[in-house]
């Protein structure tokens, strides 16, 4: 029989709370928790995101190397053309070209990258217009043009990101240089300039490129790159092909099957330090790992002295008539309401400073690709286990109460709560 | 022993024959109640007396329901007591006892009122609204009107154990089981307290008031006076 209302034992628990120091503390310590667990864990899943989509989004990833077939006629071009998954293969002498552009000035050095652009390697969302093979000298350039070497570090000043839009449809010029060999080394022999039309824009964050990248036709990087090679341009060398593949899954497969044709030892373009990502991952895991046992550890003792704590005014609510059920019920909502109310200052802890360190230290992380975010899922599981949980060992510790705390009440021992 | 008047508006509401209680513990078996006959009426105050460990704490324990006996009858409110289970037992006790202990056992983290409205939250008789003017009225009794807000460790010994006798009424019992209410106490306020528990026998809806003390002052106040001894509860004479 349970005749008390939930209600009730909501009100009056919050009563008792508010002026139980002990209780205080304690709601600090797990609300600590679960600030520490809910920042674990976003940690970890922004990080697996951000190699996730650098991995599924970067076409380095997917992109072969692999030597020139050199007793093949076209050094084998045609042959890796018909590898199932292979859906573009180029010479990798006009993979890209660094070169200085006319948007040197006091903010920027002014060096962009400029790479090679083909259906199988622009990125899929552009704004504006794209290009084909025939077209020459027009550019895609990131929504947020940083125009400059420092974009490829972490971390850019948000206030010297130009907006592609107010440059769709403008000129910009670049320079780049003949070399000669003077007996020692390479030197710079003539200027050529070569200006470009932006037709286009796209999301560097998206497909994980700095934001000094633009794409232009294959033609344009190449009539660059045999400018700068010392070599004959009519008979220039090939070093290498860029083999790009559909997706990261068929990487493997298209390298067994070039090695297969003779192809001598193909290498990913682009390779994550998979052992930092994996200690990096192991440490995180284990962290969480920690502070998860470390909140149920603390929830067995906290509950069970709650109880054991309580075992007088127990024993008083048996003698005033409150049923052994009510006095679950109480104590159920009780730790409830404790692990609601440590759930919610956590989180609103965790969110004041997921919010501030967005606003101001990860803040130029975004024009870097690194998309911070939190998880649902990450919620979910630490509602589960600072609310769920807890609920659990309080059943537990709760179906312990016995009659026995109601004959501690009288004879007259004297009793300091 | 004195022969006991009657007054045609008292009840009986306790009535105890021939109790038998024990307590066994590992090598031996201790005797605490041993063939106990007794009958409470309410608009009566009565004392138990007898030595530290002859058995006041088990009896009352005993009739109060919140320990049981090896052998005879009780009957509470007409009501025979016997294989009842918790749930009953626990209505029962709501319905129709208050406890007042030694050590008051009031809630530090409540203020006085919410300590009275506490035992109310298991009584459907009483709307959630009415709670707090039952409360202040209980309060107001015990003369602590100007108390209720203020939690319990601002509030002297005396003080709180009348916070504690105003919530062993808030379900209007028509039995108080008061063991050794004044044990905490000085004289002074030993004295308030009896006059307080005095009081509640008095009126149309007198009480029955039971109270456990080794203190000779409360033969002042008692109707009755019993002592426990060897078991047997033996009727003193009992000059006012
Ligand atoms: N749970 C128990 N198990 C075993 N013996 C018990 C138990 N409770 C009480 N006793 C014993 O029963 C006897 C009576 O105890 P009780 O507490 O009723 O005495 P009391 O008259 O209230 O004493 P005091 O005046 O000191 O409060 C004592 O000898 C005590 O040791
Ligand atoms: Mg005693």
């Given amino acids: 029989m349970i005749i008390v209302k939930i209600s009730d034992c909501i009100s009056f628990s919050l009563k008792t709370s508010k002026r139980n120091k002990h209780y205080k503390y304690t709601l600090l310590v797990f609300s600590l928790c679960t600030f520490l667990f809910m920042f674990g864990l976003t940690f970890r899943d922004n990080f697996v995101s951000y190699i996730n989509n650098t991995i599924t989004q970067n076409i380095g990833f997917r992109s072969l190397l692999v030597s020139p077939n050199l007793e093949s006629e076209d050094y084998g071009l045609s042959k890796i053309k018909n590898i199932q998954h292979v859906v573009d293969v180029y010479s990798s002498n006009y993979d890209f070209a660094s070169v200085l552009s006319d948007f040197k000035s006091e903010k920027y050095d002014g060096y962009i990258d400029l790479n090679y652009g083909s259906y199988a390697t622009l990125p ?33 000043d948000e206030n010297k990101i130009l907006n592609g839009y107010d440059l769709l ?28 039309t932006i037709i286009g824009l796209y999301n560097n964050e998206e497909v994980m490129t700095a934001n000094n990248v633009c794409y232009v036709p294959a033609d344009d990087i ?17 070093y290498g092909f860029v083999v790009v593949v559909d997706s990261k899954n068929n990487v493997s497969n298209v390298a067994n099957e070039l090695e297969k044709l003779g192809f001598m030892q193909p290498t990913v373009k682009n ?23 470390g909140i149920i550890i603390l929830s067995m003792f906290y509950i069970k002295k709650n ?27 009780d730790n409830l309401i404790f692990s609601l109310l440590a759930f919610i200052v956590g989180f609103i802890v965790f969110l004041t400073i997921y919010i501030l360190l967005k606003a101001t230290l990860l803040h130029s992380l975004i024009y870097s690709g690194f998309i911070i975010k939190i998880f649902i899922i990450d919620i979910l599981f630490t509602f589960f286990v600072i609310v769920i949980i807890s609920s659990i060992i309080s059943i537990y510790h709760i179906s312990k109460i016995t009659n026995k705390s109601i004959i501690t009440l009288t004879g007259g021992d004297n009793y300091d709560s | 022993m004195k022969k006991m ?26 005797e605490i109640l041993n063939d106990a006959s007794i009958e409470f009426e309410t608009g009566k105050l009565y004392a138990i007396m007898g030595h530290s460990g002859s058995g006041k704490s088990t009896f009352i324990n005993t009739i109060g329901l919140i320990d049981t006996f090896d052998n005879g009858s009780l009957e509470l409110c007409r009501k025979k007591i016997a294989h009842y289970d918790d749930d009953k037992l626990s209505k029962i006790r709501m319905e129709n006892i208050g406890f007042v202990f030694q050590d ?23 709307p959630k609204k009415e709670r707090k003017n039952i409360a202040n009225e209980l309060l107001e009794k015990m003369d602590l009107s100007n108390r209720a807000d203020h939690y319990i460790n601002e509030l002297s010994g005396g003080e709180q154990q009348r916070v504690a006798i105003a919530r062993a009424l808030a379900n209007n019992p028509q039995i108080i089981l008061a063991d050794e209410p004044t044990g905490n106490l000085d004289k002074k306020m030993e004295e308030s307290i009896f006059k307080f ?10 009480k029955c008031i039971i109270v456990v003390s080794h203190s000779g002052e409360i033969k002042k106040y008692a109707d009755v006076v019993y002592t426990i001894e060897d078991g047997k509860i033996i009727g003193d004479n009992c000059e006012d």
């Fill in chain 1, 124 to 156: 899929k969302n552009i704004i504006g217009e794209s290009f084909d093979e025939n077209d020459r000298e027009v550019a895609i350039c990131p929504i947020n043009f940083y125009p400059s070497s420092e974009a490829v570090s972490l971390g850019l």
């Fill in chain 1, 169 to 196: 449809g403008k000129k910009f010029e670049i320079t780049y240089y003949s070399y000669t060999f003077n007996g020692v080394k390479a030197v710079e022999d003539k200027a050529y300039t070569k200006k470009f």
């Fill in chain 1, 222 to 238: 190449k009539e660059i790159n045999n400018v700068g090679t010392l070599d004959d341009p009519e008979n220039a060398t090939v």
């Fill in chain 1, 271 to 293: 390779e994550l330090d998979t052992s930092l990502v994996n200690t990096i991952l192991l440490t995180c895991n284990i962290l969480i790992t920690i502070i998860m046992f």
């Fill in chain 1, 307 to 333: 109880i054991i704590n309580n075992t007088q005014k127990i024993g008083l609510m048996m003698a005033s008539g409150f049923t052994k059920k009510d006095i679950k019920k109480y104590y159920f909502i």
């Fill in chain 2, 5 to 30: 008047q009657h007054n045609p508006k008292n009840k009986i509401v306790i009535s105890a024959k021939n109790i038998y209680k024990s307590y066994k513990t590992k090598n031996k078996k201790i």
């Fill in chain 2, 104 to 126: 008051f056992k009031l809630d530090n983290n409540l203020n006085a009122r919410d300590n009275v409205i506490f035992p109310m939250l298991i009584n459907k008789q009483i």
């Fill in chain 2, 197 to 206: 528990l005095k009081q509640l026998t008095k009126g149309e809806d007198g």
